[in-house]
């Protein structure tokens, strides 16, 4: 296959970050003028395999859309870790900072490499605030993995 242009990989990119917002259950309802926003405020990282994302208790104040790859949720529970889940395209992780001042709940590892496309908290604000129903479906969310965290 040949090479992709940088003007292709930009269009791929954009097309790639539309799909995987419109695949996040809170983000779903926005129009496309505050979808537009969000997409000109995401930047995307490359992850490598292994590498730690953010470790539990740490500071938050990123959300993050999973492009490619795999990655895996961990929370301690005493001198262990124990993984909760895995985490695929087009998953998400890290909500919590975008309403709160809550430290990280989990540690995040990526299990393969990944492209991950990540939204700063001081960027999310202004469309918080013009759609408050956004930080009700974002608290749910969390309760809902709150409670996938505590089964054994």
Known sequence: MPDLSATEKALADIRRLRECLQATL????LKMPELEKLMAAMKKQHVPAGLTVFKQGAKADIFY???????SFWVNQGKEQRKVTELREKDYFG???LISDAPRSATIKAETDCDLFLLRKEDFKEILMANPWIAQEIQANMDHKTRIKKQP
Do not use: K, Q, Y
């Open 26 to 29: 809170f983000l779903d309802r």
């Open 65 to 71: 859309l999973i492009s490619r790859g795999r990655l």
């Open 95 to 97: 909500e919590t900072a």
